[in-house]
T-cell receptor, first 112, second 114 residues
Framework: SQELEQSPQSLIVQEGKNLTINCTSS?????LYWYKQKYGEGLIFLMM?????EEKSHEKITAKLDEKKQQSSLHITASQPSHAGIYLC????????????FGKGTLLTVNP | KAGVTQTPRYLIKTRGQQVTLSCSPI?????VSWYQQTPGQGLQFLFE???????NKGNFPGRFSGRQFSNSRSEMNVSTLELGDSALYLC?????????????FGPGTRLTVL
């Protein structure tokens, strides 16, 4: 089965600092999703990447998909307390986009 | 458009009981997926329904079942509850008309089994 490894597991940064979260797959990535979750709540969709080399940005968050490395990265520029939460990457299993496998998540804390 | 809604938001049950959770997808979405989230295992896929048919199922025992109605609303049922079933149950809906489609998640139902 496909597995996703996220690193780091947790991250504490000072407000205004940049940070990167990585998501590495044991198999080829057909579609990679990034979600944000506040503890105990539902997931908020951030971005979806499909093609190798694809890069998408939304406000201060940028995600890239390196298909050759079977890896995706999520970069936050000038972090703010509102960025705090759990970031999860999800991947389509065997090209099936209605069955996602998820990483364990990265807990981000942003200190003001 | 209203988002994905789940009811109830919180539930406390005892071992051996059964429970039914409900999910109403975004209007127009025909695909509903269910996930279980626990601190130890993370987020795990349970099953997915499209047009009242189960298209895919995760690795969960038969105690976990689901269904989808003609209006796309979905329910999942867990029978003979065990302590390990305590989790946040999330459903997600997708328009899925082929190709890649983002899944929109509901707020979840927090189930506690005593």
């Amino acid at each position: 089965s496909q597995e996703l490894e996220q690193s780091p597991q947790s991250l504490i940064v000072q407000e205004g600092k940049n940070l990167t979260i990585n998501c590495t797959s044991s198999k080829t990535l057909y579609g990679l999703y990034w979600y944000k979750q506040k503890y105990g709540e539902g997931l908020i969709f951030l971005m979806m990447l499909q093609k190798g080399g694809e890069e998408k940005s939304h406000e201060k968050i940028t995600a890239k998909l390196d298909e050759k490395k079977q890896q995706s990265s999520l970069h936050i520029t000038a972090s703010q307390p509102s960025h705090a939460g759990i970031y999860l990457c999800g991947a389509e299993v065997g090209g099936s986009n209605y069955k996602l496998t998820f990483g364990k998540g990265t807990l981000l804390t942003v200190n003001p | 458009k209203a988002g994905v809604t789940q009811t109830p938001r919180y539930l406390i049950k005892t071992r051996g009981q059964q429970v039914t959770l409900s999910c109403s997808p975004i209007s127009g979405h025909r695909s509903v997926s269910w996930y279980q989230q626990t601190p130890g295992q993370g987020l795990q896929f349970l099953f997915e329904y499209f047009s009242e048919t189960q298209r895919n199922k995760g690795n969960f025992p038969g105690r976990f079942s689901g269904r989808q109605f003609s209006n796309s609303r979905s329910e999942m049922n867990v029978s003979t509850l065990e302590l390990g079933d305590s989790a946040l149950y999330l459903c997600a809906s997708s328009s899925y008309s082929g190709g890649y489609n983002e899944q929109f998640f509901g707020p979840g139902t927090r189930l506690t089994v005593l």
